[in-house]
């Protein structure tokens, strides 16, 4: 079970290692090692709405970034079993997180979230919408009536999502965020101070200019290289999909306090 209130850094560190969003987790070596030849190769379903040109094509150079700024193992040689995420870095990127956060909320800004992973962290988005609008932001509301090839683009609890068949929908795609910045582009509305998204959503708001932080597990290497190059600004290193959404709420705790968003 979550453990109760907010916790301290050490308690949130043993957290994440016992729910296992750090530390060993459930996503294979073989299943990481497979993602980041594909990105390399030029396959854009794992490019995440970033356009990486050639600049990624040595799936080594992929490696040492995660193992740099996740804490995936650095030797090429470990091609199967466990890899891992460190949750020192995870707590580090909430850290970075919570800082810009901070600045929106001083600034009143105009914030849009997003997730292409409602499963496990639409409740984590909803939360930190919910603390952002009660400081002063603005959170965007999305324009109406956006599709994609792979569904409607529509918002549930102050948070864009993809649905399809009635269900919300887990994408990698930029394209639903792609028709939110073009929709609101149309309607003579401003683009977003900041996104808080995670998968292609995040990936496409920084490609497209716009300051964007999120998540992403260690499977997904695209937008950890782009947080390298400066494209996104912050993406914290988590699975992304463990067994209950629930285990999240002290990895949110912990970002809302730091973020001086709650007390």
Same mark, same amino acid.
């Given at each position: 079970?979550? =453990?109760?209130?907010?916790?301290?850094? #050490?308690? /949130?560190?043993?957290?994440?290692? *016992?729910? @296992?969003? %750090?530390? +060993?987790?459930?996503?294979?070596?073989?299943?990481?090692?497979?993602?980041?030849?594909?990105?390399?190769?030029?396959?854009?379903?794992?490019?995440?709405?970033?356009?990486?040109?050639?600049?990624?094509?040595?799936?080594?150079?992929?490696?040492?970034?995660?193992?740099?700024?996740?804490?995936?193992?650095?030797?090429?040689?470990?091609?199967?079993?466990?890899?891992? =995420?460190?949750?020192?870095?995870?707590? #580090?990127? /909430?850290?970075?997180?919570?800082? *810009?956060? @901070?600045? %929106?909320? +001083?600034?009143?800004?105009?914030?849009?979230?997003?997730?292409?992973?409602?499963?496990?962290?639409?409740?984590?988005?909803?939360?930190?919408?919910?603390?952002?609008?009660?400081?002063?932001?603005?959170?965007?509301?999305?324009?109406?009536?956006?599709?994609?090839?792979?569904?409607?683009?529509?918002?549930?609890?102050?948070?864009?999502?993809?649905?399809?068949?009635?269900?919300?929908?887990?994408?990698?795609?930029?394209?639903?965020?792609?028709?939110?910045?073009?929709?609101?582009?149309?309607?003579?509305?401003?683009?977003?101070?900041?996104?808080?998204?995670?998968?292609?959503?995040?990936?496409?708001?920084?490609?497209?200019?716009?300051?964007?932080?999120?998540?992403?597990?260690?499977?997904?290497?695209?937008?950890?290289?782009?947080?390298?190059?400066?494209?996104?600004?912050?993406?914290?290193?988590?699975?992304?999909?463990?067994?209950?959404?629930?285990?999240?709420?002290?990895?949110?705790?912990?970002?809302?306090?730091?973020?001086?968003?709650?007390?």
């Amino acid at each position: 079970m979550p =453990i109760p209130g907010t916790p301290s850094r #050490a308690e /949130l560190v043993d957290h994440l290692v *016992r729910t @296992r969003i %750090a530390g +060993d987790v459930a996503t294979p070596r073989e299943n990481n090692l497979s993602h980041y030849r594909k990105l390399a190769n030029g396959d854009r379903h794992y490019w995440l709405g970033l356009e990486l040109g050639e600049r990624w094509t040595d799936e080594q150079d992929v490696l040492a970034v995660m193992a740099e700024r996740v804490g995936v193992n650095d030797d090429a040689e470990h091609r199967h079993g466990q890899d891992t =995420i460190d949750p020192e870095l995870t707590v #580090a990127a /909430l850290e970075r997180m919570a800082a *810009r956060l @901070r600045k %929106a909320a +001083d600034g009143g800004q105009r914030v849009l979230f997003a997730t292409g992973h409602p499963g496990g962290l639409l409740d984590v988005h909803r939360a930190t919408a919910d603390a952002l609008r009660g400081a002063g932001c603005e959170i965007v509301v999305i324009p109406e009536g956006l599709q994609t090839d792979e569904g409607y683009v529509m918002q549930f609890a102050d948070v864009a999502v993809l649905e399809h068949g009635a269900t919300l929908w887990h994408t990698h795609s930029g394209a639903p965020m792609k028709a939110i910045l073009t929709g609101l582009e149309r309607e003579g509305r401003p683009l977003p101070d900041l996104v808080v998204a995670d998968h292609g959503w995040a990936g496409y708001a920084g490609q497209h200019g716009v300051d964007s932080v999120g998540y992403a597990d260690c499977n997904d290497p695209a937008l950890f290289l782009a947080e390298s190059e400066g494209t996104v600004q912050v993406v914290v290193p988590l699975d992304d999909h463990v067994v209950s959404p629930r285990h999240y709420d002290p990895m949110t705790a912990y970002l809302l306090r730091e973020a001086g968003l709650v007390e």
